[in-house]
């Protein structure tokens, strides 16, 4: 009996190993099993959802974020050389950064792709410039396009212009800066006077054809910027002030070769119109400045300023033939032909001042 009990006590025991193997054993299956499961699952998310390295959320595009990598993605981008990327608060409280004496505000609409921000062209707000540029003289005779240009130039580097007449209907409709004292924090600075030059580094030269210049400036005279008068008004103040308006025009190329000794940069009002992208890029490497082909793009597409007179090319080309007698003509292309001239022997560069509105109006002659 004691015999039988001891037999059946081993056995107990035994029996008590194997459940006790056989549970421990079908336990790390299943937690092999869950753990390959999440491992999975895991894979899939991941896989599923980019990493932060890589991913721009609306988090990430925070104006308040300093992470290197945000930057990174801006130079990437082509907004800016990394080497000279500087943070800056901007005077509305927003951050933006710095390139060289260039600023631009981070704009979270660009962020995409490369055919959404082409289609999505925005106005810049225009900044002084946080460092000292060299003063640059805007100089042209009055209607030859200084105010348009001065728009185009803004919308390009984000700088602001200013000018030595301080007009206020051009300062509360796009130039803010009209009447900056400090003539250091804005790109280029309007005259039409000889008489500003001692205060210039550096002088952009603008030139348009005479025929319009002188039409634009009388209209200029009456009804201001973007403004139209009656055809016989216009004719009496072109009579009256002809011959005077057409020295100061043919005097203003002769004074900046003469009496200017610093760099100038000849721009023609025609060819800004028909090649706006190589003037612009000639312009952004006169003044030293960092202008990305985008920047070019977004200006090309926002040329038009507040003050840009448009008209009919058929009813400009009647006017100008009401406006200018044949002898008024020949003495405008004489003009033409020798400021054409001065500027061959003085810069060597080849203009063509008469254009295609010399053409037309001469037909014949």
């Not at 894979?43 to 390295?53: D, G, I, N, V």
């Not at 990430?60 to 290197?68: A, G, H």
Request: charged share 25%; aromatic share 10%; glycine share 6%.
């Amino acid at each position: 009996m004691f015999l039988n009990a001891t037999r059946n006590f081993k056995l107990y025991i035994a029996l008590f190993l194997i459940i006790s193997v056989s549970i421990r054993f079908y336990t790390n299956i299943v937690e092999n099993g869950e753990n390959h499961a999440y491992q999975s699952v895991r894979s899939k998310l991941t896989l599923q959802q980019p990493s932060k390295e890589r991913h721009i959320s609306s988090s990430d595009r925070s104006m308040e974020t300093k992470n290197i990598s945000d930057k990174t993605n801006i130079f990437l981008r082509g907004e800016t050389n990394m080497s000279e990327l500087t943070d800056i608060r901007l005077n509305d409280g927003s951050k933006g950064f710095k390139y060289g004496a260039q600023f631009q505000k981070f704009n979270t609409s660009r962020i995409g792709n490369s055919k959404t921000e082409a289609d999505n062209c925005t106005k810049k707000e225009v900044l002084l410039s946080q460092t000292n540029l060299p003063i640059t003289g805007l100089v042209s005779f009055p209607g030859s396009g200084n105010t348009w240009t001065r728009h185009l130039i803004q919308q390009m580097t984000g700088i602001g212009t200013s000018s030595v007449y301080c007009d206020g209907s051009l300062k509360v409709r796009g130039f803010p800066h009209e009447c900056q004292h400090d003539m250091t924090k804005t790109v280029v600075v309007k005259t039409h006077e000889t008489r500003h030059f001692n205060m210039f580094t550096k002088i952009v030269l603008l030139l348009r054809n005479p025929y319009d210049a002188l039409l634009s400036f009388a209209n200029f005279k009456t009804a201001g910027h973007t403004g139209h008068i009656p055809e016989k008004v216009l004719i009496k103040a072109s009579n009256r002030s002809f011959e005077l308006w057409l020295r100061k025009y043919v005097n203003l190329t002769r004074s900046t070769i003469k009496a200017f000794k610093g760099p100038v940069h000849v721009i023609q009002y025609e060819t800004l119109q028909t090649n706006m992208s190589r003037e612009l890029k000639k312009l952004a490497s006169f003044f030293d400045l960092n202008i990305s082909d985008r920047d070019i793009e977004c200006t090309v597409k926002l040329q038009e300023g507040n003050f840009h007179r448009l008209t009919n090319e058929k009813q400009h080309v009647e006017l100008l033939r009401a406006v200018y007698s044949k002898e008024k003509l020949l003495r405008l292309r004489e003009a033409a032909r020798y400021s054409e001239k001065m500027l061959k022997d003085a810069y060597n560069i080849d203009i063509d001042l008469g254009g295609h509105t010399e053409k037309i109006l001469l037909q014949g002659f």
